[in-house]
């Protein structure tokens, strides 16, 4: 094999991500499985006064205090239902180099799933009824499609303290 055909299959390396896929009511969503810190079973939130409706309280997870996003307020939809499959996802994100742990409230998780860049397609301009810059991708999946989170974005810890602040005032 010359050096160009061994450029040539170095270039076409797909590049494979995993993501956690996740229910919020009959929307199928993921998060980079990177960003997951783990999953556990919904129990035992303490509420917190003057927050925004977001803002459904704090876990204590093994000593650590973690507050708990409700991820369909977040995206604008109507607050989880609690129901026997719903959890909460926990994940550890970064921030100005310091890591962030935060709760995510969701219907059910389904699954972790495989995708390369070629199975995503680009958020759409318009039409979508989540915030473009919330989403990092749409993932086709057998015959749905799964809205790929940007955590980053979706969940930014300086646009949730200002929301937070807000709320205070």
Known sequence: ???SSRQKKTQSVEVIKQYLTFRIGNEN???E????REIIEYSGITEVPLMPNFLRGVINL???VVPVIDLAV???RKPIEVQKRTCIIV???ENNEQNHVLGLLADSVSEVIDMNDDNIEDA???GANIRADFI???????DEFVVLLDANNALSIRELAHLVEAQLQ
């Open 29 to 31: 969503y993921g998060l």
């Open 136 to 142: 990092q991708g749409i993932a086709k999946r057998d």
């Open 91 to 93: 994940v550890e994100l």
């Open 33 to 36: 499985l990177s960003q997951t």
């Open 1 to 3: 094999m010359n050096q």
């Open 74 to 76: 977040r995206l604008g």
């Open 62 to 64: 093994r000593g650590e």
């Open 124 to 126: 759409p301009s318009f």
